[in-house]
């Protein structure tokens, strides 16, 4: 199993939206932001992993803005299958 391959490093969408909405709650100043961060995620990730992924978030959030194609890989990606089915309905 590769670095890339830990399930410490596969976030779910909703780990994303619960990782946005942490930020927004503890902002630069707050004290032991990043910890409290990781806490609010779950519990499942460390610091390193959530200050990873905001970083990779902040990429993803450049490069849409310069108009690149910009996809993140989820470990529930099977959910957007389901939505497009539903949408053909």
Known sequence: MSANDSPKLTWTIKEDQILETALFMHDENSPNR?????????????????????KLLQNAINSIESGENC??????DNEGDNKNQENKK
């Open 71 to 76: 996809a993140l890989v989820y470990e529930d």
């Open 34 to 54: 990043w910890e409290k961060i990781a806490k609010d995620v779950g519990g499942k990730k460390t610091v390193e992993d959530v200050k990873h992924r905001y």
